[in-house]
């Protein structure tokens, strides 16, 4: 089962944005139906320990989850889920053994201003990144369609817990802010990879930032605080969690099999 950074126990309430990818890079979710299991248990997640789950994206060999705590161990129960099932289900039907997950997934905690929403949006462009989509509303595995259209049944985005984080009360009103912020990002070409968002422990405010590093005392007291293009964050160890979260292509198209009608 993956091992985290445990930051959670320290932090409750913080928002979270969660990375974790196949064991060596394989492109273990290359396959649509997998990507859909995925899906399937991170609902089940939802639905078992009310994880709040607030964006997503689900790629050839890595996933990204951004969700908040609500202090009752929802998220390392929910990953626990997801993540073992997923790879059961995997092996099972490969014949295969083996690990199916890196040991660790990376978990870094977001401000909840305007560094939310840039990081809403970081998710959203993970496969425009990848140079798989034009734009996020032709990738199916994402949060990005679900946000903009959100369905009857099986819902896994929090909708409610969005609108609460954005300060508004009208979904209709998130989802043009939504959509603009998203045209923005492609308008100024903003889709390289930050690490920032995969590799800190922390990314927001310089205020924001103190209060963690204060909350989590000694295990961050000598961990350096970096500030950059006015984005505060704290750097985690060197090597502590590295990998690439790029989605490589991996011939993925976002049509490849069984398709997740969530």
């Not at 161990?73 to 993540?83: K, N, T, V």
Request: charged content about 25%.
């Amino acid at each position: 089962m993956p091992r985290a950074n445990r930051y959670f126990y320290l932090l409750p309430g913080h928002v979270w944005h969660i990375t974790h990818r196949c064991h060596k890079q394989e492109f273990l979710l290359k396959f649509a139906r997998d990507r859909a299991r995925w899906l399937h248990w991170l609902f089940e997640a939802k639905r078992r320990y009310g994880l709040c789950v607030l964006n997503y994206v689900v790629t050839s060999n890595h996933i990204h989850l951004l969700v908040k705590d609500d202090g009752a161990s929802s998220i390392s129960r929910s990953l626990q889920l997801i993540a073992g099932r997923t790879g059961q289900e995997y092996n099972q039907r490969k014949a295969r053994n083996g690990a199916f997950w890196e040991d660790r997934y990376h978990a870094t905690a977001v401000a909840t201003d305007e560094h939310f929403f840039q990081c809403l949006v970081y998710i959203d462009l993970n496969m425009v990144r990848a140079g798989v989509v034009g734009h996020p509303a032709q990738w199916p595995y994402g949060g990005y369609r679900e946000i903009q259209r959100p369905p009857e049944r099986y819902r896994i985005i929090d909708i409610a817990g969005l609108l609460d984080l954005a300060g508004v009360r009208d979904l209709a009103t998130f989802q043009a802010q939504h959509r603009h912020w998203v045209q923005d990002a492609l308008k100024r070409k903003q889709s390289k990879r930050d690490r920032r968002w995969t590799d800190s422990i922390a990314v927001g405010s310089a205020s924001y930032i103190e209060k963690v590093k204060t909350s989590l005392g000694i295990a961050a007291s000598h961990k350096p605080t970096i500030e950059q293009d006015s984005r505060y964050f704290i750097k985690e160890d060197e090597g502590s969690y590295r990998g690439r979260f790029d989605g490589k292509k991996a011939h993925l198209r976002p049509k490849d099999g069984t398709i997740w009608h969530g």
